[in-house]
């Protein structure tokens, strides 16, 4: 009863010892355990890959920010020079209106 609240779906020791009896059947004794190592192996290369993927997400989040440092730097940076080809101007316009 105990099972059944609190791990609803999975099968329980009669149904696990069927499931194991089909597995010998189909495959045969001798085959079980390098399937089982077959399985595991793919599991960890399933998880691995994920794992890779999950990092190349997460660097790729990080990216924009970097690219936007990049774009605030170079706006700053034409904002600066902006700022100096008016102040040249003005300087210019002024000297000449003077003469």
Known sequence: MFDIILFPGLPGGPELLIVLFVLVLLFGANKIPKLARSTGQAMGEFQRGRQEIEEEL???????????????ARKREKERELEETESESESESTSTSSS
């Open 58 to 72: 997460k660097q790729m989040e990080k990216q924009p920010d970097e690219d936007d440092e990049e774009f605030e």
